[in-house]
């Protein structure tokens, strides 16, 4: 296909490519040359399981053909449209799509990819409401653009500033192992919890004034920065919250969505139905660039008679647009919702107990197929094995063992996540399980006596 050798391309790509998230003296890609199911192949011929859905997206697992072909048909029959135009894979996205989103989420916007489905998300929401600030939470990751940094709470916004979107403020997760405002009541009720940090919400939003407040935005499930499930009653209190004062919710779906947390969004598990739902990742699995924003009618109707301000060149791209119909199908004919929910309860018992046997796990968090296991230097104290926002050389070893064996997963800080593609195995897991449990021991060295 190309005029390039498998021994070419790392030297190649490293001379000429600017790398994202990393100091370019020090990056070190893996040269993929290709990937099949819960696998993928480097050039030496070295087989890496992976743990991470490559970038928490290949829902549908790789290779699968009914997306490929659909995307060669596509590219047979209107290789592209511009975004004024109306194409035959746009209608049946759009029908698709309404029969899987929660409630009456019946509009979509397409965009490129998450970042640019918040960015999106945000731009209506101040529209539709006439006011400009978004609340959203420090342990969020919403994108790399402008609008998605700023209301991004980790450190990767820091970097930014001040050159961001104004307007967003930023509040606490309801994240029980690590909870500012309970750190000696390990017995709480979980009821009492929830109230505490939505009475935490309420007071910002009482603070900031809720007649400038445009939207609350959080991811359902936090990803990169922790797997943090709400709490019971959490996801409806916002709603309740919204509601009283009249702010939009956006949730964003872009990690959790289809059918990675056992249920085609995450939203579905709490019967919460937000005004405004991104997703990404999931929506072609990969195969192809693609964002959206699901709205309510209403919503969209406000633009009946007004110009929404916005737009892209690659917006309702035929071939992406194809090949999320395939993907969305191939989770319904194979049935990979139902089989993360599944298989979910399998990853749970294993992250268990791996935990059990390691001083170094602190807690493990799991919903469907998205877990995580979180490593301490001291149980009784939860100090993280890394400090917050840096790396060390315990986690970075660690990390090597795992891809000298062949593991392939996300680090981040402290914490491993565990995010495979849905089609997984238990004897797959347990085959990645089997590594895990001897990187673990290095981290068990690191631990407090």
């Known amino acids: 296909m190309y005029e390039i050798s498998d021994s070419d391309i790392l030297p190649l790509s490293l001379e000429h490519s600017f790398w994202t998230w990393s100091a370019q003296g ?19 011929g070295k087989r890496y399981l992976d743990f991470n859905s490559m970038v928490m ?11 490929i072909q659909a995307i060669v048909e596509q590219a ?45 998300a945000i731009k209506l929401a101040r529209a539709f409401t006439g006011r400009h600030k978004i609340l959203a939470r420090y342990r969020s990751y919403h994108g790399a653009t402008a609008g998605a940094m700023a209301a991004t709470g980790d450190p990767r916004r820091v970097a930014w500033e001040p050159n961001l979107m104004p307007g967003v403020v930023h509040f606490l997760d309801p994240y029980r192992y690590r909870s500012t405002f309970h750190r000696n009541q ?28 445009a939207a609350v935005l959080l991811e359902t499930v936090t990803g990169t920065n922790g797997v943090i499930i709400p709490p019971q009653g959490y996801l409806q209190g916002v709603r309740q919250l919204c509601d009283r004062y009249g702010i939009l919710l956006i949730a964003d779906e ?5 059918g990675r947390t056992g249920r085609w969004f995450a939203v579905d598990h709490w019967g919460v139905v937000p005004d405004l739902m991104t997703m990404a990742k999931g929506l072609t699995s990969g195969y192809a660039p693609l964002g959206a924003v699901a709205m309510r009618p209403e919503i969209a109707a406000a633009f009946d008679q ?10 309702a791209h035929p071939i992406s647009l194809a090949a999320a119909i395939a993907n969305i199908r191939v989770l319904q004919q194979d049935r990979l919702v139902e089989r993360a929910a599944s298989m979910g309860a399998v990853l749970h018992r294993m992250l268990n107990d791996l935990g059990e046997q390691h ?24 100090e993280p094995l890394t400090p917050y926002n840096t790396s060390s050389p315990t986690m970075n070893a660690v990390r090597q063992y795992l891809l000298e064996n062949g593991v392939y997963l996300y680090t981040h800080w402290h914490t491993l996540l565990i995010i495979p593609p849905l089609i997984i ?24 006596g």
């Not at 070190?28 to 050039?43: K, S």
């Not at 997206?57 to 997306?67: A, F, L, S, T």
């Not at 047979?76 to 929660?102: D, H, V, Y």
């Not at 490593?375 to 104290?381: F, I, W």
């Open 254 to 258: 872009v990690m959790s969505g289809f």
């Open 26 to 44: 020090s990056v070190r890609p893996i040269p993929v040359t290709r990937a099949e199911g819960v696998y993928f192949w480097d050039t030496a």
């Open 57 to 67: 997206c290949v829902n549908i697992g790789h290779g699968d053909r009914r997306v």
């Open 425 to 448: 195995t238990e004897e797959q897991l347990a085959e990645g399980f089997r590594v895990l449990d001897k990187a673990l021991e290095i981290a068990d060295r690191a631990v407090a």
């Open 359 to 382: 001083p170094s796990v602190g807690e493990v968090r799991s919903i469907g197929l998205f877990g995580v296991i979180e490593l301490v230097k001291d149980r009784r104290t939860r």
């Open 306 to 315: 007004r110009i929404y301000q916005g737009g892209l060149t690659y917006n």
């Open 186 to 213: 390990p017995d709480l009720p979980e009821a009492e919890f929830t109230q505490d940090y939505l009475n935490h919400l309420e007071e910002i939003i009482t603070f900031e004034g809720p007649q400038t407040i």
């Open 76 to 120: 047979q029959e209107l290789p592209f449209a511009g975004p004024p135009m109306a194409t035959r894979p746009r209608a049946a996205l759009g029908k698709l799509l309404s029969e899987i989103t929660p409630g009456n989420l019946s509009k979509f916007l397409y965009t490129l990819g998450g970042a640019d489905a918040n960015e999106n």
